[in-house]
């Protein structure tokens, strides 16, 4: 498996692992706006084709510099082989060179196979958001310190 930057040719496949992915998956022009974004990362894990993706934007009016991470899903049939975390370790490899403090996310609170992955990097609770779905779910707002200060 490779990961690497997403280019504008993989939106027909990013497209296909969101709808396969999420109930309320994001629509196409929202997935292409973030592949032209220069602000945002967006991540492929490849095997030959796409198999799944990252997209995290880096947030300018923060207090530190932070990457949101908006978006990560791996198709149903490559699920649970590593490419979520061959993402993710990418993604905190281009954070610590680029000097990012924290990344941010939000997990649907009943996932709880996403939180415990997160869980596992390093990802702490923070805030809890009522209502946060379009279905009304609520999410928990998660972060990772990558420069924690010592006491």
């Known amino acids: ?8 040719t993989d939106l027909p496949a990013i497209a296909a692992i969101e709808a396969a992915s999420f109930p309320h ?4 022009d929202l997935l292409a706006a973030y592949l032209d ?3 945002t990362v967006v991540l492929v894990a490849e095997e030959g084709s796409p198999i799944g993706f990252l997209i995290a934007c ?5 207090e530190v510099p932070v990457f949101h991470i908006h978006d990560l899903a791996v198709a149903p049939p490559h699920r649970r082989r590593g ?6 370790g990418e993604l905190m ?19 709880e196979a996403a939180r415990r992955f997160y869980e596992r990097w390093g990802f702490r609770p923070t805030r809890r958001l009522g209502r946060y779905y ?18």
Not at 25 to 28: C, H, K, R
């Open 37 to 39: 974004d220069e602000g």
């Open 25 to 28: 998956p994001w629509p196409s």
């Open 134 to 151: 379009e279905d009304g779910g609520d999410a928990l707002r998660m972060e990772l310190d990558l420069h924690p200060r010592q006491s």
């Open 93 to 111: 490899r281009i954070a610590v060179a680029e000097r990012i403090a924290l990344l941010r996310l939000e997990v649907r609170i009943a996932n």
């Open 1 to 8: 498996m490779r990961v690497r930057f997403g280019r504008r």
């Open 58 to 62: 880096r947030e300018r009016a923060a």
């Open 83 to 88: 490419a979520a975390s061959a993402l993710l």
